[in-house]
């Protein structure tokens, strides 16, 4: 039973580019969120994902934006990248408010 | 929203040695988890409990709901216990189940 996948698990992009980050959720979870952890913080919420619709956000600007589909993966997508946008992305599936199970992540590097 | 603190933010112990966590939250909260994350990043489940106590070999935690806090428990500690422990609690604020974090405690388990 896979849990929940994240990719690329690595990225390096420059100032001003645009990122699309993936994550397929653990099997029988139908809810994802995305979390932003930068060096030596804790997860900051971003938004959650439910039915394809984004059901709560976190304080982040608009250029952060996501998607889910019909199989319940889903995208974040952050544009006009940011030094500060230089994060570990998280990814964390669910069912039904159950425990959330976190994926790998992906590291982002901003130049 | 829901604050969350965590005690010590930074823990060394020689290897066998025993130890405690502690996670303070703002308001009452529906599910409290209890997460490792590894010095590769891995963020990797430990407990769930909103209330009560649980036991998974040398790891133990309490919850004690009506006061707001958790505490997580490390008996006979090894080196692979070394890395970030986050409490993290379910946020409802906006319709989702949020996890909001704690600043972690950081631990490093010495031969």
């Known amino acids: 039973d896979a849990g929940v996948t994240q990719s690329p698990t690595h990225l390096i992009k420059t100032r001003g580019q645009q990122v699309t980050l993936r994550c397929s959720p653990k099997?029988?979870?139908?809810?994802v969120s995305w979390y932003q952890q930068a060096l030596g913080q804790g997860p900051q919420f971003i938004f959650q994902y439910y039915e394809e619709e984004e059901r709560q956000r976190g304080n982040f600007p608009d250029r952060f934006s996501g998607h889910q589909f019909p199989n319940y993966s889903s995208e974040l997508n952050v544009n006009a990248l940011l030094l500060g946008d230089s994060a570990l992305y998280l990814c964390?599936?669910?069912?039904?408010?159950?425990?959330?199970?976190f994926g790998d992540g992906t590291r982002l590097s901003i130049l | 929203g829901i604050q969350v603190e965590q005690s010590p933010p930074d823990l060394i112990l020689q290897e066998g040695a025993n130890s405690t966590l502690r996670c303070n939250f703002s308001d009452s909260v529906n599910n409290l988890q209890w997460f490792h994350q590894n010095p590769w990043g891995q963020l990797i489940n430990l407990f769930y409990?909103?209330?009560g106590t649980k036991q998974n070999g040398r790891l133990s935690a309490t919850t004690v709901a009506t006061e707001r806090y958790s505490l997580l428990y490390i008996s006979s500690s090894q080196t692979t216990d070394s890395g970030v422990y986050f409490c993290?609690?379910?946020?409802?604020?906006?319709?989702?189940?949020?996890?909001?974090f704690g600043t972690g405690t950081q631990l490093k388990v010495e031969l």
């Open positions: 993290a609690v379910d946020d409802y604020t906006g319709g989702g189940n949020k996890l909001t």
């Open positions: 409990i909103p209330s």
């Open positions: 964390a599936s669910s069912f039904l408010g159950q425990p959330q199970h």
């Open positions: 099997s029988g979870h139908d809810t």
